[in-house]
């Protein structure tokens, strides 16, 4: 049985705002009023303070119900625990929770969520990034942001002295916008300078690029298709913003093993880390650096394997060598006649060129097609799973997805067991326990040795969190265990989220509650029911709101026409 906290004091621990003769003000835990019904609207409170309505402007107050701001914003709208967004006069700012004070006063024209934690804040043409404390980390001067991917995201900034201009160049590129960088936290770490820049999450660097003179701006692809080629220069910066090398390299760098391959006018060459030219672009070609090695190719029709000093470790290949990387030991290689195998590091071709499709090789094995069907082989050309089908896909862990002639899916190991036999519609390794199905429409899951945990019947997909999953068979909804066990039977016609270890269930038109086991803790009963929190719960009975503990019990009567749950006025973030 839990034990409520017991009040602080004749104004209790806890408020929540309810509203009762079209006007709300704030209760306490124990249903008396701290504050009289007497605003149009009324928030939670945060950090001591709560955002109220009246007389048709918006202010704040303080857990007491006395005036921090006086109400004279035309709007508030939340965007972070430390502040909101503040409107006046059809302009707007940013207000500190809690003190009340203007952090940065009305002045933007529009305000957008950028991220959880960056707001964009537009003021004339020009657009910047306001961050959850209300403080302008990306100064009023671009034009557009791109995804933040990572640590970082591609702005762009343009001449707005042509809007014409501006416009289509933010629609076509080129024109005279310029990019450049910014951090996760919103912070400008390269000036907008370059004519595009390329990333390279995956390994951490962005490629700068800029046009060579008199070079087309416009590379959108015209009514055939054909796109004309950037011509220019790329460079590498890291993530942090930190220029390793400017734009000198006539092809977009790649990244391997520690090294960038890199090409200057016709040839290619390669750069260490720090963009030191290492080894001379001297090669007609050559693949980027993996497992201390690359092929090249020093003039037309001929291929060598060099080691990072640009040693000659194998002078010649021979015919149908191909242009590929190690991995695990072993670079694809291509006949004449366009037939794939494997050589070594001696260039020896372990692996003879008989292979329709070859797959590099991860973990030993590789996938790979003879006769247009496909299989699974080892190092030495073995087939580990027999070429026996038309689609082979690497679900990660050493597991396998198979297709048969008629579409049907199933999963192999790395050993080559059938772990699941082609009959499902999809596969899916989602989790790192287990394999998710999809049959007829319906979902089912199973371990990762081909168990059941529960068959293809739910209509719902089968995903855990925090060892549950919610299942629904023939409209009816229920809970489920990683081990297919019903923590909550499949009876019910809704099942909400689980949220502190409580979830709503619905049965006809009526909610109730159940805790993280699956014991009934409310009745479903209640016309509307809000997540419990802080030992309270708000229901609504008969067109009315009210509060109840976690037993079910009544402690504040239905009788509001509208109520919040029961926070602590002074919590520091929202819950």
């Known amino acids: 049985m839990l034990v409520l906290i017991s009040s602080c004091g004749s104004n209790g621990k806890f408020r929540a705002p309810v509203k009762e003769n079209d006007k709300y003000g704030y209760i306490n835990e124990n249903g008396k009023y701290i504050v009289k019904p007497k605003f149009e609207v009324a928030w939670s409170f945060i950090r001591g303070s709560a955002v109220v309505k009246e007389n048709g402007k918006y202010g704040i107050i303080d857990k007491d119900g006395k005036y921090i701001v006086e109400p004279q914003f035309d709007s508030v709208i939340p965007f972070s625990s430390a502040c909101c967004i503040i409107e006046k006069d059809s302009a707007f700012g940013f207000m500190e929770n809690g003190s009340g004070k203007v952090i940065l006063k009305p002045q933007f024209k529009k305000v957008f969520y950028y991220t959880n934690k960056l707001c964009v804040v537009q003021k004339g043409k020009a657009l910047g990034l306001v961050n959850q404390d209300g403080k302008i980390v990306c100064p009023v001067v671009m034009q557009d942001f791109k995804d933040m991917i990572g640590r970082g995201a591609i702005v762009i900034q343009n001449d707005t002295s042509d809007e014409v201009n501006m416009l289509l160049s933010l629609i076509q590129g080129g024109g005279n916008s310029k990019k450049g960088l910014i951090n996760d936290k919103g912070e400008v770490i390269l000036s907008p300078k370059y004519d595009d820049i390329f990333d390279d999450f995956t390994n951490g660097y962005y490629y700068p690029f800029l046009r060579s003179p008199g070079a087309p701006c416009d590379t959108t692809p015209d009514v055939d298709g054909e796109a004309p080629i950037a011509v220019g220069t790329y460079g590498i910066i890291d993530t942090t913003g930190k220029i390793i090398i400017e734009p000198i390299f006539d092809e977009l760098p790649v990244f391997g093993d520690g090294m960038f391959r890199i090409k200057k006018g016709n040839k290619y060459g390669y750069a260490d880390k720090n963009g030191n030219i290492i080894i001379q672009p001297t090669f007609t070609y050559g693949v980027a650096f993996s497992e201390g090695k690359a092929i090249v190719s020093p003039r037309e029709g001929k291929a060598s394997i060099i080691d990072k000093t640009g040693k000659i470790l194998v002078d010649d290949l021979g015919a149908g060598s191909g242009m590929y990387r190690f991995f695990n030991g072993l670079a694809r290689c291509r006949s004449i006649d366009g037939e794939y195998g494997y050589l070594d590091e001696t260039g020896k071709r372990v692996i003879a060129p008989i292979l329709d499709v070859a797959d590099d090789f991860e973990n030993n094995r590789a996938i790979v ?144 509650t159940v805790d993280s086991t699956g014991k009934v803790v409310i009745q479903p009963k209640y016309e509307e029911l809000k997540p419990f929190l802080n030992g309270y719960g708000v229901f609504k009975e008969e067109g009315k709101y009210g509060f109840i503990d976690l037993n079910g019990k009544v402690v504040i009567d239905a009788k509001f026409d509208a109520a919040s749950v029961l926070v602590d006025p002074d919590r520091k973030e929202f819950e």
């Open 369 to 512: 097609s003879l006769n247009h069907k496909y299989g699974l082989i080892d190092k030495t050309g073995k087939f580990i799973v027999p070429n026996d089908y038309y689609f082979f896909f690497n679900l990660g862990g050493g597991y396998y997805q198979t297709q048969d002639q008629d579409g049907k899916t199933g999963v192999v190991d790395s050993l080559g067991n059938e772990i699941l036999k082609p009959i499902y519609s999809e596969v899916f390794h989602l989790q790192n326990h287990f394999f998710t199905v999809e049959k007829d429409g319906l979902n089912g899951c199973y371990t990762l040795l081909g168990k059941e945990i529960f068959p293809p019947v739910s209509s719902s997909a089968i995903y855990f969190f925090n060892g549950r999953s919610k299942v629904i068979k023939d409209g009816k909804s229920g809970v489920i265990d990683s081990t297919g066990k019903f923590i909550v039977p499949m009876v019910y016609d809704s099942i909400g989220y689980f949220y502190k270890g409580y979830a709503n269930v619905l049965l006809g038109n009526k909610l109730g």
